[in-house]
């Protein structure tokens, strides 16, 4: 499933979670806060290439299954969804 079908399914389902998720992910992506809710992926995950740039990749849980995981630009100052959805991502499971 593409990020932004991810976000419309997110949207219809859970949209307070959602403009909660996205005060919280624009305001402070790395914020360490509440770990269990937003966090950097771990492994092969913690980091996306995207426009030949290396950026890390980070994970906000919407609900028990809803997560969006985003990439952060800092030069450009810019965050990418990389990931949206209201089911669990299983490529998290049993990462090494």
């Known amino acids: 499933m593409d990020a932004a079908r991810g976000w419309s ?10 403009d909660r998720a996205w005060v919280d992910i624009t305001g402070d992506p790395r914020d360490m806060g ?3 809710r937003q966090h950097r992926l771990k492994f092969d995950l913690k980091s996306i290439k995207l426009g ?8 906000y849980e919407i609900t028990g299954g809803g997560r969006i995981w985003y990439a952060i630009d800092d030069e450009n ?4 969804i ?15």
């Open 77 to 80: 100052r810019t965050l990418y």
């Open 52 to 59: 030949g740039v290396e950026l890390e990749q980070w994970q």
């Open 34 to 36: 509440n770990p269990s």
């Open 82 to 96: 990389t990931l949206a959805g209201t089911g669990h991502p299983r490529r998290t499971d049993r990462r090494r």
């Open 9 to 18: 399914d997110l949207l219809a389902q859970v949209p307070n979670n959602l």
